[in-house]
């Protein structure tokens, strides 16, 4: 089983939807990310967290929420979603070195 | 400002050639440096973490070097299946997560 899963994998709505991408993992690691990946822009951090009461903003969180609903679970909302939202959306978790990705979200905003 | 910088951004190689992939840092106080692979339209498969100047590490056909201004990836006698966009990220000292470069897409045809 993959250490780090992603729902959905792909998921197209329209512009002013709210949007939930679900995270867990199985390693037991304490640290949670979330990351979007434009072309031309590389990875960019949009929240994080280091344990269960802590969560934090990253480069861009504007226009994005999160939950740590437990140790294993992290969740981007989209609260209303708009089309420059359009990305991959990726969840890594950490120990307090190296980062781990998941496979990735594909989220179409139209 | 910290910053990373990948070059080239695409590189074309044919099976056998070997060649480098570069990426520049500046940083204050590097706390480690990574190289990941990336799949199109998967999650980044960590790779290698180089700490300190001097430092290498090796797998399979890849080797990874580090000096102070910044790192290498090397591709001995590559093979297709190695077609993917490298990239490199560095943990700054004062805050801890992760800057990504934009990546270098590799080529290699048989």
């Known amino acids: 089983d993959a250490d780090v899963t992603q729902t959905p994998r792909n998921r197209i709505t329209k512009t002013g939807k709210r949007i939930m991408l679900e995270c867990s993992q199985t390693?037991?690691?304490?640290?949670m990310y979330w990351y979007r990946q434009d072309p031309g822009l590389g990875l960019r951090l949009i929240y994080y967290?280091?344990?269960?009461?802590?969560?934090n903003k990253g480069e861009i969180s504007d226009g994005y929420s999160v939950s740590r609903q437990a140790q294993a679970k992290f969740s981007l909302s989209l609260e209303s979603a708009i089309p420059n939202q359009t990305a991959l959306y990726f969840c890594?978790?950490?120990?307090?070195?190296?980062?781990?990705f998941g496979p990735g979200t594909r989220l179409t905003v139209l | 400002e910290d910053q990373v910088t990948q070059s080239p951004e695409a590189l074309r190689l044919q099976e056998g050639e070997s060649s480098s992939l570069n990426c520049s840092y500046t940083?204050?106080?590097?706390?480690?440096l990574f190289w990941y692979r990336q799949d199109p339209g998967k999650g980044p498969e960590f790779l290698f973490t180089?700490?300190?100047a001097g430092e290498e590490k090796e797998k399979e056909r890849l080797k990874a070097t580090l000096t102070k201004k910044e790192s290498f990836l090397h591709i001995t006698a590559p093979k297709p299946e190695d077609s993917a966009t490298y990239l490199c990220?560095?943990?700054?000292?004062?805050?801890?997560?992760?800057?990504f470069g934009k990546g270098t897409k590799l080529s290699v045809k048989p």
């Open positions: 390693k037991g690691h304490d640290r």
């Open positions: 180089l700490y300190s």
């Open positions: 990220a560095v943990r700054p000292g004062r805050q801890g997560n992760l800057i």
């Open positions: 967290s280091f344990d269960v009461k802590d969560i």
């Open positions: 940083v204050s106080g590097l706390r480690g």
């Open positions: 890594a978790i950490s120990d307090l070195d190296t980062q781990y």
